[in-house]
Protein backbone atom coordinates (compact mmCIF):
# COMPACT_ATOMS: atom_id res chain seq x y z
CA UNK A 1 0.00 0.00 0.00
CA UNK A 2 1.53 3.20 -0.86
CA UNK A 3 1.59 6.50 1.56
CA UNK A 4 -0.35 7.86 -0.45
CA UNK A 5 -3.29 5.38 -0.76
CA UNK A 6 -3.24 5.11 2.93
CA UNK A 7 -3.24 8.64 3.79
CA UNK A 8 -6.34 8.26 1.81
CA UNK A 9 -8.02 5.62 3.91
CA UNK A 10 -7.14 7.73 7.38
CA UNK A 11 -8.45 10.61 5.93
CA UNK A 12 -11.68 8.46 5.09
CA UNK A 13 -11.82 7.16 8.19
CA UNK A 14 -11.86 10.41 9.90
CA UNK A 15 -14.46 11.39 7.84
CA UNK A 16 -16.26 8.46 8.68
CA UNK A 17 -15.87 8.94 12.45
CA UNK A 18 -16.64 12.49 12.08
CA UNK A 19 -19.88 11.89 10.06
CA UNK A 20 -21.19 8.95 13.12
CA UNK A 21 -20.84 11.80 15.43
CA UNK A 22 -22.08 14.73 12.89
CA UNK A 23 -25.22 11.96 13.17
CA UNK A 24 -24.86 11.86 17.08
CA UNK A 25 -25.45 15.90 17.63
CA UNK A 26 -28.17 15.76 15.42
CA UNK A 27 -29.93 12.84 17.45
CA UNK A 28 -29.30 14.38 20.70
CA UNK A 29 -30.95 17.33 19.14
CA UNK A 30 -33.97 15.46 17.86
CA UNK A 31 -34.54 14.16 21.57
CA UNK A 32 -34.36 17.13 23.05
CA UNK A 33 -37.61 18.62 20.16
CA UNK A 34 -39.49 14.98 20.98
CA UNK A 35 -39.16 15.59 24.60
CA UNK A 36 -40.65 18.90 24.50
CA UNK A 37 -43.50 17.54 22.30
CA UNK A 38 -43.91 14.33 24.74
CA UNK A 39 -44.01 17.49 27.67
CA UNK A 40 -46.91 19.21 26.12
CA UNK A 41 -48.89 15.94 24.90
CA UNK A 42 -48.80 15.15 28.09
CA UNK A 43 -50.15 17.90 29.76
CA UNK A 44 -53.14 17.75 26.84
CA UNK A 45 -53.23 14.00 27.99
CA UNK A 46 -53.32 14.96 31.77
CA UNK A 47 -56.20 17.74 30.84
CA UNK A 48 -58.18 15.04 29.88
CA UNK A 49 -58.43 13.04 33.07
CA UNK A 50 -61.71 13.74 35.08
CA UNK A 51 -61.49 15.97 38.20
CA UNK A 52 -60.61 13.60 40.97
CA UNK A 53 -59.98 15.90 44.01
CA UNK A 54 -56.71 17.22 45.09
CA UNK A 55 -55.24 14.63 46.93
CA UNK A 56 -55.09 12.59 43.84
CA UNK A 57 -54.32 15.49 41.83
CA UNK A 58 -50.76 16.10 43.75
CA UNK A 59 -49.44 12.29 43.67
CA UNK A 60 -51.27 9.73 42.22
CA UNK A 61 -51.67 11.38 38.79
CA UNK A 62 -48.70 12.26 38.02
CA UNK A 63 -46.78 9.12 38.77
CA UNK A 64 -49.90 7.48 37.19
CA UNK A 65 -49.13 9.43 34.21
CA UNK A 66 -45.62 8.97 34.59
CA UNK A 67 -46.15 4.93 34.84
CA UNK A 68 -48.32 4.91 31.84
CA UNK A 69 -45.97 6.79 29.55
CA UNK A 70 -43.05 4.63 30.22
CA UNK A 71 -45.21 1.42 29.70
CA UNK A 72 -46.41 2.72 26.38
CA UNK A 73 -43.21 3.82 25.52
CA UNK A 74 -42.00 0.11 26.53
CA UNK A 75 -44.31 -1.66 24.24
CA UNK A 76 -43.53 0.84 21.18
CA UNK A 77 -39.89 -0.07 21.55
CA UNK A 78 -41.29 -4.09 21.94
CA UNK A 79 -42.99 -3.97 18.65
CA UNK A 80 -39.81 -1.80 17.11
CA UNK A 81 -37.27 -4.19 18.25
CA UNK A 82 -39.41 -6.87 17.82
CA UNK A 83 -39.88 -5.74 13.65
CA UNK A 84 -35.50 -5.57 13.80
CA UNK A 85 -35.63 -8.98 14.61
CA UNK A 86 -33.74 -7.84 18.26
CA UNK A 87 -36.17 -9.40 20.84
CA UNK A 88 -34.13 -12.09 21.77
CA UNK A 89 -31.84 -9.54 22.61
CA UNK A 90 -33.28 -7.94 25.29
CA UNK A 91 -33.39 -11.55 26.99
CA UNK A 92 -29.76 -12.06 26.42
CA UNK A 93 -29.31 -8.63 27.09
CA UNK A 94 -30.99 -9.31 30.92
CA UNK A 95 -29.00 -12.17 31.97
CA UNK A 96 -25.63 -9.70 31.55
CA UNK A 97 -24.31 -7.46 34.31
CA UNK A 98 -23.96 -4.67 31.64
CA UNK A 99 -27.94 -5.39 31.12
CA UNK A 100 -28.78 -5.18 34.38
CA UNK A 101 -27.12 -2.16 35.14
CA UNK A 102 -29.48 -0.75 32.78
CA UNK A 103 -32.17 -1.58 34.74
CA UNK A 104 -30.64 -0.01 37.94
CA UNK A 105 -30.59 3.42 35.80
CA UNK A 106 -34.16 2.93 34.54
CA UNK A 107 -35.03 2.79 38.84
CA UNK A 108 -33.10 5.88 39.29
CA UNK A 109 -34.06 7.83 36.24
CA UNK A 110 -38.00 6.52 36.39
CA UNK A 111 -39.32 5.97 40.18
CA UNK A 112 -36.65 8.13 41.94
CA UNK A 113 -36.05 10.87 39.90
CA UNK A 114 -39.50 11.30 38.62
CA UNK A 115 -40.89 10.94 42.04
CA UNK A 116 -38.33 13.77 43.46
CA UNK A 117 -39.41 15.81 41.06
CA UNK A 118 -42.72 15.67 41.39
CA UNK A 119 -42.39 16.04 45.60
CA UNK A 120 -39.79 18.99 44.98
CA UNK A 121 -42.48 20.66 43.46
CA UNK A 122 -45.34 20.36 45.45
CA UNK A 123 -42.67 20.39 48.81
CA UNK A 124 -40.91 23.20 47.95
CA UNK A 125 -42.63 25.20 45.06
CA UNK A 126 -41.83 25.22 41.06
CA UNK A 127 -39.52 27.92 41.37
CA UNK A 128 -36.73 26.13 43.33
CA UNK A 129 -37.94 22.56 42.16
CA UNK A 130 -37.23 23.40 38.77
CA UNK A 131 -34.22 25.75 39.12
CA UNK A 132 -32.34 22.72 40.65
CA UNK A 133 -33.66 19.97 38.47
CA UNK A 134 -32.85 22.18 35.24
CA UNK A 135 -29.07 21.45 36.66
CA UNK A 136 -29.27 17.27 35.41
CA UNK A 137 -27.11 17.75 32.56
CA UNK A 138 -24.28 19.19 34.69
CA UNK A 139 -24.98 16.67 37.25
CA UNK A 140 -24.57 13.80 34.35
CA UNK A 141 -21.14 15.83 32.75
CA UNK A 142 -19.81 15.44 36.55
CA UNK A 143 -20.74 11.76 37.12
CA UNK A 144 -19.48 10.96 33.43
CA UNK A 145 -16.11 12.71 34.13
CA UNK A 146 -15.62 11.00 37.62
CA UNK A 147 -17.22 7.10 36.55
CA UNK A 148 -17.35 6.64 32.73
CA UNK A 149 -13.44 8.90 32.34
CA UNK A 150 -14.99 11.43 29.83
CA UNK A 151 -12.85 14.18 28.86
CA UNK A 152 -15.16 17.26 28.71
CA UNK A 153 -13.97 20.40 26.88
CA UNK A 154 -14.12 23.94 28.28
CA UNK A 155 -16.47 25.08 25.01
CA UNK A 156 -18.53 21.91 26.22
CA UNK A 157 -18.93 22.85 29.79
CA UNK A 158 -19.62 26.80 28.86
CA UNK A 159 -22.16 25.74 26.85
CA UNK A 160 -24.39 23.15 29.05
CA UNK A 161 -24.03 25.96 31.49
CA UNK A 162 -25.32 27.97 28.94
CA UNK A 163 -27.81 25.87 28.28
CA UNK A 164 -28.88 25.63 31.96
CA UNK A 165 -29.10 29.13 32.47
CA UNK A 166 -31.89 29.75 29.59
CA UNK A 167 -33.26 26.62 30.69
CA UNK A 168 -33.91 28.03 34.01
CA UNK A 169 -34.90 31.50 32.48
CA UNK A 170 -37.96 29.88 30.80
CA UNK A 171 -39.28 27.84 33.69
CA UNK A 172 -38.49 30.50 36.10
CA UNK A 173 -41.53 31.08 38.25
CA UNK A 174 -41.71 33.79 40.70
CA UNK A 175 -41.36 32.15 43.74
CA UNK A 176 -44.18 32.15 46.40
CA UNK A 177 -41.36 32.45 49.70
CA UNK A 178 -40.10 30.10 51.84
CA UNK A 179 -43.16 29.16 54.26
CA UNK A 180 -43.09 26.30 54.75
CA UNK A 181 -41.00 23.47 57.13
CA UNK A 182 -41.43 21.17 54.06
CA UNK A 183 -39.58 23.92 52.24
CA UNK A 184 -35.80 22.43 52.85
CA UNK A 185 -37.01 18.54 52.08
CA UNK A 186 -38.27 19.84 48.60
CA UNK A 187 -35.11 20.92 47.90
CA UNK A 188 -33.81 17.50 48.72
CA UNK A 189 -36.14 15.87 46.30
CA UNK A 190 -35.70 18.13 43.80
CA UNK A 191 -31.75 17.82 43.94
CA UNK A 192 -32.10 13.19 44.18
CA UNK A 193 -34.13 14.06 40.86
CA UNK A 194 -31.01 15.67 39.15
CA UNK A 195 -28.61 13.37 40.60
CA UNK A 196 -31.19 10.44 39.33
CA UNK A 197 -31.40 11.74 35.89
CA UNK A 198 -27.61 12.03 35.23
CA UNK A 199 -26.76 9.03 36.89
CA UNK A 200 -29.32 7.22 35.12
CA UNK A 201 -27.49 8.66 31.66
CA UNK A 202 -24.01 7.00 33.66
CA UNK A 203 -25.00 3.86 34.28
CA UNK A 204 -26.70 3.63 31.43
CA UNK A 205 -23.97 4.84 28.67
CA UNK A 206 -21.71 2.12 31.07
CA UNK A 207 -24.15 -0.90 30.10
CA UNK A 208 -24.35 0.18 26.40
CA UNK A 209 -20.24 -0.25 25.44
CA UNK A 210 -21.71 -3.69 25.66
CA UNK A 211 -25.52 -4.01 24.62
CA UNK A 212 -27.07 -1.96 21.58
CA UNK A 213 -28.70 1.06 22.97
CA UNK A 214 -32.21 0.23 21.38
CA UNK A 215 -32.34 -2.89 23.46
CA UNK A 216 -31.28 -1.03 26.56
CA UNK A 217 -33.97 1.60 26.10
CA UNK A 218 -37.04 -0.45 25.60
CA UNK A 219 -35.39 -2.51 29.05
CA UNK A 220 -35.17 1.12 30.80
CA UNK A 221 -38.60 1.67 30.22
CA UNK A 222 -40.19 -1.72 30.96
CA UNK A 223 -38.54 -1.92 33.93
CA UNK A 224 -39.63 2.00 35.04
CA UNK A 225 -42.86 1.29 33.61
CA UNK A 226 -43.35 -2.42 35.98
CA UNK A 227 -41.68 -0.58 38.86
CA UNK A 228 -44.03 2.05 38.96
CA UNK A 229 -47.29 -0.33 38.25
CA UNK A 230 -46.56 -2.55 40.93
CA UNK A 231 -44.60 -0.80 43.91
CA UNK A 232 -45.50 2.92 43.50
CA UNK A 233 -48.80 3.25 42.36
CA UNK A 234 -50.26 1.29 45.13
CA UNK A 235 -48.42 3.19 47.35
CA UNK A 236 -49.86 6.69 46.58
CA UNK A 237 -53.47 5.21 44.99
CA UNK A 238 -52.17 5.40 41.40
CA UNK A 239 -54.39 2.28 39.99
CA UNK A 240 -57.78 4.38 40.61
CA UNK A 241 -56.13 6.89 37.93
CA UNK A 242 -54.84 4.32 35.86
CA UNK A 243 -58.47 2.43 35.62
CA UNK A 244 -59.91 5.73 34.93
CA UNK A 245 -57.69 6.21 31.95
CA UNK A 246 -58.83 2.90 30.95
CA UNK A 247 -62.15 3.43 31.02
CA UNK A 248 -61.61 6.27 28.19
CA UNK A 249 -61.17 5.18 24.64
CA UNK A 250 -59.85 8.88 23.82
CA UNK A 251 -57.76 9.05 27.01
CA UNK A 252 -56.12 6.12 26.43
CA UNK A 253 -55.76 6.88 22.80
CA UNK A 254 -53.43 9.94 23.55
CA UNK A 255 -51.59 8.24 26.28
CA UNK A 256 -50.62 6.10 23.88
CA UNK A 257 -49.73 8.74 21.02
CA UNK A 258 -47.40 10.26 24.47
CA UNK A 259 -45.86 7.03 24.90
CA UNK A 260 -44.62 6.76 20.98
CA UNK A 261 -43.36 10.32 20.97
CA UNK A 262 -41.63 9.38 25.00
CA UNK A 263 -40.29 5.95 23.02
CA UNK A 264 -38.60 8.09 20.07
CA UNK A 265 -37.11 10.74 22.42
CA UNK A 266 -35.52 8.54 25.02
CA UNK A 267 -34.36 6.38 21.81
CA UNK A 268 -32.42 8.98 20.35
CA UNK A 269 -31.37 10.44 23.54
CA UNK A 270 -30.01 6.95 24.86
CA UNK A 271 -28.27 6.74 21.37
CA UNK A 272 -26.76 10.26 21.43
CA UNK A 273 -25.41 9.33 24.86
CA UNK A 274 -23.47 6.15 23.57
CA UNK A 275 -22.51 8.07 20.74
CA UNK A 276 -21.02 11.43 21.32
CA UNK A 277 -21.07 11.21 25.67
CA UNK A 278 -22.95 12.06 28.15
CA UNK A 279 -22.02 15.08 28.38
CA UNK A 280 -23.25 16.42 25.21
CA UNK A 281 -26.32 14.07 24.94
CA UNK A 282 -27.31 15.68 27.86
CA UNK A 283 -26.73 19.31 26.93
CA UNK A 284 -28.34 18.50 23.89
CA UNK A 285 -31.61 16.72 25.33
CA UNK A 286 -32.02 19.57 27.53
CA UNK A 287 -32.84 22.15 24.62
CA UNK A 288 -36.47 20.30 25.47
CA UNK A 289 -37.67 23.03 28.04
CA UNK A 290 -37.19 25.62 24.81
CA UNK A 291 -38.85 23.19 22.46
CA UNK A 292 -41.62 22.66 24.95
CA UNK A 293 -42.37 26.32 25.01
CA UNK A 294 -41.97 26.79 22.10
CA UNK A 295 -44.59 24.08 20.77
CA UNK A 296 -47.02 25.61 23.67
CA UNK A 297 -46.57 28.92 22.05
CA UNK A 298 -47.55 27.28 18.19
CA UNK A 299 -50.07 24.80 19.18
CA UNK A 300 -51.39 26.10 22.43
CA UNK A 301 -51.64 29.83 22.05
CA UNK A 302 -49.59 29.87 25.00
CA UNK A 303 -48.02 34.04 25.44
CA UNK A 304 -44.38 35.04 24.09
CA UNK A 305 -42.64 36.14 27.41
CA UNK A 306 -39.96 37.89 27.13
CA UNK A 307 -38.32 35.09 29.81
CA UNK A 308 -38.92 32.36 27.06
CA UNK A 309 -37.48 34.65 23.80
CA UNK A 310 -34.11 35.40 26.33
CA UNK A 311 -33.96 32.08 27.75
CA UNK A 312 -34.15 30.12 24.42
CA UNK A 313 -31.48 32.30 22.80
CA UNK A 314 -29.30 31.35 25.90
CA UNK A 315 -30.47 27.47 25.14
CA UNK A 316 -29.62 27.82 21.39
CA UNK A 317 -26.10 29.70 21.88
CA UNK A 318 -25.15 27.13 24.47
CA UNK A 319 -26.54 23.84 22.24
CA UNK A 320 -24.46 25.60 19.43
CA UNK A 321 -21.57 25.67 21.85
CA UNK A 322 -21.71 22.12 22.77
CA UNK A 323 -22.21 20.91 18.99
CA UNK A 324 -19.73 22.67 16.99
CA UNK A 325 -16.36 20.60 17.20
CA UNK A 326 -13.43 21.82 15.54
CA UNK A 327 -11.73 18.90 15.09
CA UNK A 328 -11.54 17.61 18.08
CA UNK A 329 -12.73 14.40 17.42
CA UNK A 330 -9.91 13.68 15.02
CA UNK A 331 -7.68 14.23 17.85
CA UNK A 332 -9.23 11.85 19.56
CA UNK A 333 -8.54 9.04 17.29
CA UNK A 334 -4.87 9.95 16.88
CA UNK A 335 -4.14 10.47 20.69
CA UNK A 336 -5.47 7.01 20.88
CA UNK B 1 -22.30 -23.73 26.01
CA UNK B 2 -23.07 -20.40 27.69
CA UNK B 3 -25.74 -18.65 26.85
CA UNK B 4 -25.74 -16.61 23.63
CA UNK B 5 -24.08 -12.66 23.98
CA UNK B 6 -25.72 -10.06 22.82
CA UNK B 7 -24.52 -9.21 19.50
CA UNK B 8 -22.39 -5.99 20.56
CA UNK B 9 -20.86 -7.67 24.14
CA UNK B 10 -19.93 -10.93 21.29
CA UNK B 11 -18.33 -8.75 19.07
CA UNK B 12 -16.27 -7.16 21.36
CA UNK B 13 -15.38 -10.34 22.90
CA UNK B 14 -14.38 -11.77 19.30
CA UNK B 15 -12.27 -8.83 18.51
CA UNK B 16 -10.31 -9.68 21.88
CA UNK B 17 -9.48 -13.02 20.69
CA UNK B 18 -7.64 -12.07 17.10
CA UNK B 19 -5.23 -9.27 16.62
CA UNK B 20 -7.47 -7.29 14.37
CA UNK B 21 -10.89 -7.73 12.69
CA UNK B 22 -12.81 -6.00 9.92
CA UNK B 23 -16.36 -6.24 10.16
CA UNK B 24 -16.59 -8.81 7.49
CA UNK B 25 -14.22 -10.64 9.16
CA UNK B 26 -16.04 -10.12 12.10
CA UNK B 27 -19.36 -11.28 10.28
CA UNK B 28 -18.18 -14.48 8.78
CA UNK B 29 -16.89 -15.52 12.20
CA UNK B 30 -20.54 -14.73 14.28
CA UNK B 31 -22.29 -16.17 11.01
CA UNK B 32 -22.94 -19.46 13.03
CA UNK B 33 -24.38 -18.12 15.92
CA UNK B 34 -26.41 -15.09 14.71
CA UNK B 35 -26.74 -15.07 11.31
CA UNK B 36 -30.19 -16.50 10.61
CA UNK B 37 -31.35 -13.20 12.81
CA UNK B 38 -32.49 -10.35 11.13
CA UNK B 39 -30.20 -8.03 12.98
CA UNK B 40 -27.26 -9.58 11.10
CA UNK B 41 -26.57 -7.07 8.58
CA UNK B 42 -23.52 -5.35 7.94
CA UNK B 43 -24.79 -1.64 8.62
CA UNK B 44 -25.63 -3.35 12.33
CA UNK B 45 -22.21 -4.27 12.85
CA UNK B 46 -20.53 -0.96 11.25
CA UNK B 47 -23.12 0.93 13.77
CA UNK B 48 -21.90 -1.10 17.03
CA UNK B 49 -17.88 -1.17 15.89
CA UNK B 50 -18.26 3.29 15.41
CA UNK B 51 -20.03 2.90 18.86
CA UNK B 52 -18.25 0.81 20.57
CA UNK B 53 -14.83 2.97 18.75
CA UNK B 54 -16.67 6.31 20.14
CA UNK B 55 -16.32 4.84 23.69
CA UNK B 56 -12.95 4.33 23.53
CA UNK B 57 -13.19 0.17 24.18
CA UNK B 58 -12.05 -0.50 20.39
CA UNK B 59 -9.32 1.05 18.29
CA UNK B 60 -9.41 1.84 14.71
CA UNK B 61 -5.97 2.42 13.78
CA UNK B 62 -5.51 -0.05 11.15
CA UNK B 63 -7.15 1.17 7.60
CA UNK B 64 -6.30 0.79 4.19
CA UNK B 65 -8.21 0.51 0.71
CA UNK B 66 -9.44 -2.73 -0.86
CA UNK B 67 -9.00 -3.36 -4.40
CA UNK B 68 -12.08 -1.41 -5.14
CA UNK B 69 -10.60 1.69 -3.37
CA UNK B 70 -13.01 1.63 -0.56
CA UNK B 71 -12.23 2.10 3.41
CA UNK B 72 -11.63 -0.87 5.22
CA UNK B 73 -11.08 -0.46 8.57
CA UNK B 74 -9.44 -3.29 10.87
CA UNK B 75 -10.81 -2.99 14.71
CA UNK B 76 -8.76 -4.43 17.67
CA UNK B 77 -9.10 -4.30 21.30
CA UNK B 78 -7.32 -2.36 23.98
CA UNK B 79 -7.07 -1.96 27.64
CA UNK B 80 -9.85 -0.65 28.44
CA UNK B 81 -11.76 -3.14 26.50
CA UNK B 82 -10.11 -5.83 27.70
CA UNK B 83 -10.66 -4.58 31.21
CA UNK B 84 -14.58 -4.34 30.59
CA UNK B 85 -14.31 -8.04 29.41
CA UNK B 86 -12.55 -9.35 32.14
CA UNK B 87 -14.87 -8.25 34.88
CA UNK B 88 -18.06 -8.67 33.54
CA UNK B 89 -17.84 -11.45 30.49
CA UNK B 90 -20.68 -14.02 31.63
CA UNK B 91 -18.93 -17.43 32.93
CA UNK B 92 -18.62 -19.68 30.34
CA UNK B 93 -17.19 -17.53 28.33
CA UNK B 94 -13.41 -17.28 27.72
CA UNK B 95 -11.60 -14.74 27.19
CA UNK B 96 -8.14 -15.16 25.16
Known amino acids: MSISGNQKAIMMKEKLNADFTKKGVFTGLFSGFTWGLNSVLLGLALSMIPVMGENVAIFAIPLAAACINDSFAGLWLLLYNGGAGRLKEVLRSLKTFPGQMVCVAALLGGPIANGGYLLGISLAGSAYALTITALYPIVGALLSRIFLKQQIVPRVWAGMLLSVVGAIVISYVPPEGVNSETFYLGLLFASLAALGWGAEAVLAVFGMSMIDPKVAINIRQLTSGLFLAIVILPIVGGWVVVSQVFTLPGTLGAFAIVGLAAAISYLAWYKANTTIGVAKGMALNGTYVMWGVIFSVVFLKSPLTQNLVIGSLLVVIGATLVAINPKEFFKKGEVA | ?96
Open chain 2, 1 to 96: MADTLPLRFRMLHYVSTVKKASPDEIMKALKPEYGTEKQFTKKVFADHLLDMKANHILEDNDVELDDKGELLIYYSINDEGRRLLKKYLPKGWNQT
